[in-house]
């Protein structure tokens, strides 16, 4: 079906372009290119909510060229992109809307998380800092920069982070394991055997007789 729809409006488009004689009333045109457009945008929301997103964002693409739903179909490529693992993409999108609309925390946390899922680290906390200050009550941010503390070994902020946490969503679900990775690398376990004889060996000992 979703085949079908998309042979459709590219026929149409075709015919839209093509040479013809016909009389348009002004603005038809127009009005039959857009309708293409939004016809593309349909057909990716179709295959988004099968979770097809590669082709999603594809036909996103494809209707981004309408500009009256340019800022929709853009930034649902994106994300699209984004759960399709391809980061490369997801990220060169995210940055170009991110240059129009510096303040968008949604395009920054998205940027954060792909960061963080590719091991560029330390650009990630710095995304995740900057959106801790303009979103303080963010339970998910929060947990994010959290994580990516400790995958960075920074332990001694990520337990100030945790606390935090602790202190504004004492029943967030991700407390424990975060507490788990905190507590085991700042108070690692004592080997208590350490300088002690293995218990194998002691039968190999001989007491050294007394010096004369």
Request: glycine share 0%; net charge neutral.
């Amino acid at each position: 079906m979703l085949k079908k729809a998309a042979a459709a409006a590219l026929f149409c488009l075709a015919l839209v372009s093509c040479k013809s004689t016909r009389f348009f009333v002004p603005g038809e045109k127009k009005v039959a290119v857009d309708n293409i457009f939004i016809e593309y945008y349909n057909i990716a929301e179709e295959y988004f909510k099968l979770k097809n997103y590669s082709k999603a964002a594809d036909y996103y693409i494809k209707s981004s060229s309408n500009e009256r739903i340019f800022n929709a179909a853009y930034f649902k490529a994106a994300r699209s992109y984004a759960l399709a693992k391809d980061w490369s993409k997801a990220v060169d999108i995210y940055n170009q809307i991110l240059k129009k609309d510096k303040d968008n925390s949604s395009v920054k946390e998205s940027l954060a998380y792909i960061y963080a899922m590719t091991n560029d680290f330390e650009r990630s906390e710095r995304l995740y800092l900057e959106l801790i200050s303009e979103n303080p009550d963010s339970a998910q941010i929060l947990v994010n920069y959290a994580t990516v503390l400790t995958t960075l070994e920074k332990y001694q902020d990520a337990a100030e982070q945790l606390a935090v946490i602790k202190e504004k969503f004492p029943d967030e679900e991700k407390i424990k394991a975060l507490e788990s990775k905190i507590n085991e690398a700042l108070n690692p376990p004592v080997d208590e055997s350490k300088g002690q004889i293995p218990k194998e060996l002691e039968k190999d000992l001989e007491l050294a007789p007394p010096k004369k």
